[in-house]
Nanobody, 118 residues
Framework: QVQLVESGGGLVQAGGSLKLSCAASGSIFSIAAMGWYRQAPGKQREMVAH???????NYADSVKGRFTISRDNAKNTVYLQMNSLKPEDTSVYYC????????????WGHGTQVTVSS
């Protein structure tokens, strides 16, 4: 089992920055990739960014150039640096883990709220 705990959400003005953290524990060795997803009220959950165990990254088009995903293997932590935030970035942000041999992200955190005011 993998446990994920997010932190770092909050309220920020448009154009501002926030950095989210996701601490992983449990079966860390089983994690092939980690990602950030978000879900706004009334909308479907969407992928924000992924990072593999090898460090490869990919981003949703809506956040490219503004958000950066990174990881600190020594701390078993993944980060999401969010710059130039827009009101449409307001969502609950979830951390997720993909296990080796799995085809979908199956471990999820409880989420952290990010609110961007205009």
């Amino acid at each position: 089992q993998v446990q994920l705990v997010e932190s770092g959400g909050g309220l920020v003005q448009a154009g501002g920055s926030l950095k989210l953290s996701c601490a992983a524990s449990g079966s860390i060795f089983s994690i092939a990739a980690m990602g950030w997803y978000r879900q706004a009220p009334g909308k479907q959950r969407e992928m924000v960014a992924h990072i593999t165990s090898g460090g490869s990254t990919n981003y949703a088009d809506s956040v490219k150039g503004r958000f950066t995903i990174s990881r600190d293997n020594a701390k078993n932590t993944v980060y999401l640096q969010m710059n130039s935030l827009k009101p449409e970035d307001t969502s609950v942000y979830y951390c997720a883990a993909l296990k080796y041999g799995s085809s979908s992200f199956g471990s999820w955190g409880h989420g952290t709220q990010v609110t961007v005011s205009s």
